[in-house]
Structure formats: C-alpha cells, structure tokens
C-alpha cells in the first residue's frame, strides 16, 4: 500500500488539534463562493502572507487552504472530507508534495494523482492547475532531485489531461553555481514574499487568462440564450 494515496489527517503530535482545527475553519470558508481555490502545504499558505497574494489573488476572489506540513494523503484526506463542497470555483491551483519525506518519487506522484482525480470528480467545471515542486536545500542534495524526478514525471504522465496544467515556476531558483540565494529562499525551503513575487508571476499571469477567458464564455453563453446577463464581478 502507498502511503501517500491513503487518505489520513496527520498525527496531532504536539497535542493542540491545529490542524483539524485549520481544517473545520475551511470548512466554514467554502461558503464563500471563491473563483480561485489555492490548496496544499505551506508553500500554498505562505502565499497568503504576502503583498503579491493581497494586491493580486484577492481580488480574484481566491481563498487559501494552505496549511504547512501538509503531505499528499493528508490534502488527499482534506479533499475528501468537506473542502470542496459548496462552492464551484473556475480555477484550483494545487502544490503539494515536497513534504512527503521517506516516499519515492512514484509514490509522490500517485499521491499528487489521486488528490487531481477527486478535485476533477467533486468540481468538474474547475480548470486544475498543478504547480510543480520546487527546488529545496541551498545546494544540490537527494531531496532537491527527488523533487525534480517528480516533476518530470508529472509532466510525462498528465499531459493531454483535460483541464489539467502543470506549472513550471522554477526557472531561475537555482542558480548557475546550484545553489538557492537566501534573497528567495531564506530557509531554502519557503519562498521570501521576493520569491513569490518572482517566481509565481507566471501563475498570475496564467489565473489572469484563464479567468478572462471563463469570464467571456459565460457572456457569450448568456448572450446566446436570450437570457438577462448578470454583471462580471469586479474589483
């Protein structure tokens, strides 16, 4: 059995129930009817701290279920359990992966795989777009090329998946001497809010598309059927 596909919440270790509390307050915020639902470790919930996220992902009506440590089977869990009900976002943009410490990269991959075939069964309509790992310790080391298996995998397996994108945001993180600057990521883990501002600009870039092009389908749909058009949202 592969642990990263077997959906289970994490071990309270420390004892204080964070984590499924995290999760009972997502649960409350499903109800609130976002367009772009960001979900996975703490690379996701980071983003949130950050001026790119206010300034940027805000108005695009997204919410954050972000929540650190988080590995394939423990998001896997989240999504099977509450998270997407209540909602009908356009986008989903997920990462996760990079936690799953002791799985090999094929195991990672199902993990990622399974958490995919839920989000695309419970909403349907949602475009998926999968950013991929990101590089980690300041220089070459097992995880960094674990991570980097895992992508060229994902690549290789998910390509012609219907409404399915990986994200390469890695171009420019390592350098040319292999190393990662502090100025990106100062633990060489998470990314500095210079980091997201530098590497998730093609994510931006790609939300923006793909929600200008959903947003005129549904005029020319409206329009075609005769119907009273509600106005677009706006900021």
């Known amino acids: 059995m592969n642990p ?12 204080d129930n964070r984590w499924m ?10 109800l609130l009817e976002p367009e772009v639902l960001f979900i996975g470790d703490s690379l ?42 209540h909602m009908k976002p356009k986008v989903v943009v997920l990462l996760v992966g990079t936690n799953n410490v002791g799985h090999l990269p094929e195991m990672i991959v199902e993990g990622i795989r399974e958490v995919i075939k839920v989000i695309q069964s ?9 950013i991929s790992l990101l590089p980690r310790g300041q220089k070459p080391n097992p995880l960094r ?13 998910l390509v012609g ?24 990521m100062d633990d060489y883990l998470h990314l500095t809010p210079e980091g997201y501002r530098k590497f998730f600009e093609p994510l931006l870039e790609l939300l923006t598309q793909l929600l ?7 005029l020319e749909d409206c329009e075609s059927s005769g119907s009273a058009c509600s106005p677009l949202k706006t900021e």
């Open 212 to 218: 200008t092009e959903g947003e005129e389908e549904e």
């Open 4 to 15: 990263a596909t077997t959906p289970v919440p994490p071990e309270d270790v420390q004892g």
């Open 44 to 85: 996701i919930r980071n983003l949130a701290h950050t001026d790119m996220w206010r300034q940027h992902f805000v108005p695009m009506h997204s919410l954050n279920f972000g929540i650190g440590g988080d590995q394939t089977q423990h998001v896997l869990w989240r999504v099977l359990n509450g998270e997407l009900e």
């Open 122 to 130: 419970k909403q349907p309509q949602a475009y998926l777009v999968l």
């Open 145 to 157: 090329e674990r991570n980097a298996k895992v992508n060229e995998l994902l690549k290789e397996q």
């Open 161 to 184: 998946l219907e409404k399915v994108q990986v994200l390469d945001v890695n171009e420019g993180i390592v350098q040319a001497d292999g190393k990662i600057d502090a100025h990106d």
């Open 21 to 30: 509390n995290i999760h009972e307050r997502f649960l409350e915020e499903t």
